[in-house]
């Protein structure tokens, strides 16, 4: 069970939006600490999407945005395209775990 | 062109030892902390350990505490990861990833590698 709870799978129809929610708790995102997202195409190593809530580094499509509200963090896509089908994962870090967390990641399907 | 390359992954016996190593390139490797990050076969990604750019602070995930040791040689701009008392639930890839942030909690990691799958059974 990951610190970070992310829902399994999200899906959207091209050139519709979804969210992709990242639930932590008083330690992590409620305590201060960053969120940061990543995108993992099939068979390769993450990529960042967002960083520091809402950054985007470059490169990334501006359809990519990221949010926080409390003790949660969201990643919004907007305009869906195929080529967003991928893993999605968050990440903080947690003051009482000394260390990095990852949420438990969610599956996007494009229809 | 940042690049992190690693290597050293393979089938080791429960109990066994292992040692993966990172070569890095496109970026002054001294003045980053640097990580390693698994992927179990199916699953999500978990933090493994972290090292500060000098090598003088090193960071722990619990499930590998006191069984792996990271290190560094700024000189070769190498990274490594010492796996020692290998179990079946340490099979994964293990990625090599630069970090990026000015204190801990804004820690995030901007580049990563391919990966390097270990796998542990007898």
């Known amino acids: 069970q990951s610190v970070l709870t992310q829902p399994p799978s999200v899906s959207g129809a091209p050139g519709q939006r979804v969210t992709i929610s990242c639930t932590g708790s008083?330690?992590?995102?409620?305590?201060?600490?960053?969120v940061h997202w990543y995108q993992q195409l099939p068979g390769t190593g993450p990529k960042v999407l967002i960083y520091g809530y809402s950054n985007r580094p470059s490169g990334v499509p501006d359809r990519f945005s990221g949010s926080k509200s409390g003790t949660s963090a969201s990643l919004a896509i907007t305009g869906l395209q195929a080529e967003d089908e991928a893993d999605y994962y968050c990440q903080s870090y947690d003051s009482s775990l000394s260390g990095w967390v990852f949420g438990g990641g969610t599956r996007l399907t494009v229809l | 062109e940042v690049q992190l390359l690693e290597s050293g992954g393979g089938l080791v016996q429960p109990g066994g030892s292992l040692r993966l190593s990172c070569a890095a390139s496109g970026f002054t490797f001294s003045s980053y902390a640097v990580s390693w990050v698994r992927q179990a076969p199916g699953k999500g990604l978990e933090w493994v350990s972290t090292?500060?750019?000098?090598?003088?602070?090193?960071f722990y995930a619990d499930s590998v505490k006191g069984r792996f040791t990271i290190s560094r040689d700024n000189s070769k701009n190498t990274l490594f990861l010492q796996m020692n008392s290998l179990r079946a639930e340490d099979t994964a890839v293990y990625y090599c990833?630069?970090?990026?942030?000015?204190?801990?909690?804004?820690?995030?990691?901007?580049?990563w590698g391919q990966g390097t799958l270990v796998t542990v059974s007898s």
């Open positions: 008083s330690s992590n995102i409620g305590a201060g600490s960053d």
């Open positions: 990833a630069k970090n990026r942030g000015g204190l801990v909690s804004t820690y995030y990691f901007d580049y």
């Open positions: 090292i500060s750019g000098s090598g003088g602070g090193t």
